[in-house]
C-alpha cells in the first residue's frame, strides 16, 4: 500500500521561500516519477511539477518555471519542492503524487497515488 504525506505548507509573504516534502511509503519509490499539483480556492487542480523516476529530468509549468525546483531523495523515499520568490497568485493546496509508471504526465490521469496535500498561503 502507498502513501504519500506532505508537509511544509504554511503562511509566508510575497517574495519568501517555503520547502515542500512528500514522505512516501510502500516499495519501489525509486522506480517511478513523481508529480506535485495546486488547487487554488474555487479552481481545479493543476500541474506544476514533474520529475522522472531516476531524478534526471525535471519539467515545470510556465507558472512556476524558474522560481519552484522539484527534487527527489530515492534513499529517503522523499520528494521536494523549493519554492522561492512566492507570489500571492501561489496560494493553493498542494498535492504530491506518484505515478505507476516511468512514464512523462503532465495530467491527473497519469498519476494513480495521491496524498492528502498540503495549504500554501502567500500574503501580499
Known amino acids: 500500500q502507498v502513501q504519500l504525506v506532505e508537509s511544509g505548507g504554511g503562511l509566508v509573504q510575497a517574495g519568501g521561500s517555503l520547502t515542500l516534502s512528500c514522505a512516501a511509503s510502500g516499495p519501489t519509490f525509486s522506480s517511478y516519477a513523481m508529480g506535485w499539483f495546486r488547487q487554488a480556492p474555487g479552481k481545479e487542480r493543476e500541474f506544476v511539477a514533474f520529475?522522472?523516476?531516476?531524478?534526471?529530468?525535471?519539467y515545470y509549468a510556465d507558472s512556476v518555471k524558474g522560481r519552484f525546483t522539484i527534487s527527489k531523495d530515492n534513499a529517503k523515499n522523499t520528494v521536494y519542492l523549493q519554492m522561492n520568490s512566492l507570489k500571492p497568485e501561489d496560494t493553493a493546496v498542494y498535492y504530491c503524487?506518484?505515478?505507476?509508471?516511468?512514464?512523462?504526465?503532465?495530467?491527473?490521469?497519469?498519476?494513480?497515488?495521491w496524498g492528502q496535500g498540503t495549504q500554501v498561503t502567500v500574503s501580499s
Open positions: 503524487a506518484k505515478s505507476a509508471s516511468r512514464g512523462f504526465y503532465l495530467s491527473e490521469s497519469g498519476y494513480h497515488y
Open positions: 520529475i522522472s523516476w531516476s531524478g534526471g529530468y525535471t
